[in-house]
């Protein structure tokens, strides 16, 4: 079995080696991955710059762009890798991606390039003190029984502060992030801006990942890569 393995966080995080270390008694595990930490990425391909891949060691390489070229390279790449990967995993990410973050995560848009493959994909998250070993072989014990459902999925998955081992599947939540601009000024007298706020906070939202997290479970995600929203085609055939 060949596992290719990702993320956002760069090559040489914690998370990932971890990772490797779990998943490698189910195969050959690969890792592409960026060469620099890559957050808040989403799903973007480096279209207009050329892109370069080291190989840092046997089985690891990385790439000096963002998550979903790791995957793109990797897939296509004649040198990279031996066939098509059985399973792609991204993570064990460094930070949560809950509710919307599943459209600005880098974690869960390498999953998804896989996805988008027919390939099976599960995109990993830990809170900030989780057991990073004990969360990377919980994702081996569920990566092989999506292997063994031969249907490809594209799952995500997060583990809350103070995990024991509780797992349940949920839907995707909403969390509200402090929204702002912060106007400063160089040395040269020239504005500059930082984006987005440190804060973040979530309501009560029976059955989602959120209220998963509140609980201290790790949820289970299923993801959908057609987003048409089919309930709302008949309004818009009236608008035109």
Not at 2 to 11: C, E, K, T, V
Not at 60 to 78: K, S
Not at 121 to 132: E, F, L, M
Request: charged share 25%.
């Amino acid at each position: 079995m060949l596992i290719l393995l990702a993320n956002d966080d760069g090559f040489g995080r914690r998370g990932i080696r971890a990772m490797q270390a779990a998943l490698a008694a189910m195969g050959e595990v690969i890792i592409v991955a960026p060469e620099l930490e890559q957050s808040a990425t989403s799903h973007s391909l480096s279209l207009h710059r050329p892109l370069r891949v080291r190989k840092v060691e046997e089985r690891v390489y990385a790439i000096d762009g963002t998550p979903a070229d790791c995957i793109y390279v990797a897939l296509h790449h004649p040198k990279i890798l031996p066939h098509r990967p059985d399973l792609v995993v991204s993570g064990l990410n460094h930070g949560l991606n809950l509710g919307q973050d599943v459209f600005y995560s880098g974690t869960v848009a390498a999953a998804r390039e896989a996805a988008l493959r027919g390939i099976p994909a599960i995109a990993a998250s830990a809170a900030r003190g989780v057991d990073r070993e004990l969360a990377c072989g919980a994702i081996a014990e569920l990566a092989k029984r999506l292997l063994a459902a031969k249907k490809p999925m594209l799952l995500n998955v997060n583990f809350p502060p103070n995990w024991a081992g509780a797992m349940r599947v949920a839907r995707v939540g909403f969390r509200a992030y402090e929204e702002l601009v912060d106007l400063r000024k160089d040395p040269r007298g020239r504005d500059y801006l930082w984006i987005g706020g440190s804060g973040v906070h979530h309501d009560p939202d029976p059955g989602s990942d959120t209220a998963a997290h509140d609980e201290g479970v790790a949820s289970v995600t299923p993801l959908r890569l057609d987003l048409t929203a089919e309930a709302e085609l008949e309004r818009a055939a009236e608008l035109i």
